[in-house]
């Protein structure tokens, strides 16, 4: 099964926990023509009232003084890759198995699986991580 693997920058804006909050961010976006693979939204439950929202990918110069002017930064605490293959039974956990047992911890995971593909976003802490992350992943 093929498996491709690939560095990704993450872009996060802060937004108000109410109706349309996401749906203000993700226009402002889409009337810049940016072409969104992956976006996950959540509430901050540290701090009420407030949610955050990680989007990618952001690409050219174009597309980057859109998303900045929509209050989206690239992160820098937190390093990403995706990882795109086949849908097959248990590679999440097989993914996640080779992962812990080289000693890398993420900070997060999303994966789906649309028909015969299947696509995993997941994040580090650091880049050496992601940077382990991504060779290890590329092996057979």
């Given at each position: ?14 937004i ?5 909050s996401?749906?203000?961010?993700l ?23 407030e ?6 990918p952001?690409?050219?110069a174009?597309?980057i ?7 989206f ?6 390093q ?6 086949g849908n097959?039974?248990?590679?999440g956990?097989?993914?996640t ?10 900070r ?6 649309i ?22 992943l590329s092996?057979?």
């Amino acid at each position: 099964m093929r498996v491709d693997i690939s560095s990704v920058d993450v872009w996060a804006v802060s937004i108000k926990d109410q109706p349309g909050s996401l749906a203000e961010k993700l226009d402002a976006l889409a009337q810049a023509g940016i072409d969104l693979e992956f976006i996950i939204s959540r509430r901050v439950h540290e701090k009420a009232g407030e949610g955050l929202v990680f989007v990618t990918p952001i690409k050219g110069a174009r597309q980057i003084r859109a998303a900045r002017k929509a209050g989206f930064e690239k992160t820098k605490s937190l390093q990403g890759i995706r990882v795109a293959t086949g849908n097959k039974p248990g590679y999440g956990a097989e993914l996640t198995m080779r992962l812990a047992g080289a000693g890398i911890n993420l900070r997060g995971l999303s994966g789906a699986a649309i028909g015969n593909r299947a696509i995993f976003h997941i994040a580090f802490d650091s880049s050496d991580d992601a940077r382990k992350a991504k060779h290890l992943l590329s092996r057979k």
